[in-house]
């Protein structure tokens, strides 16, 4: 993965800094969000069955 110490030049010779992040770094394993996450793919894994897919 890289880091937010890697520099790209631009076609114009401008430096671009580009910095990588994994949201597992930035939300605590304890946040809401990660139980409405867990919630919505159980919910989700639950109708996937029920869904169908027409061709139109």
């Known amino acids: ?9 631009s076609k114009d010779g401008r430096q671009l800094e580009f910095e990588f992040v994994s949201i597992e770094e ?13 919630y919505i793919d159980l ?6 069955g029920h869904l169908k897919t027409e061709k139109l």
């Open 1 to 9: 993965m890289l880091g937010g110490d890697d520099v790209y030049q």
């Open 26 to 38: 930035l939300v605590p394993e304890d946040h809401l969000l990660r139980k409405i996450d867990r």
């Open 43 to 48: 919910v989700l894994s639950q109708y996937s």
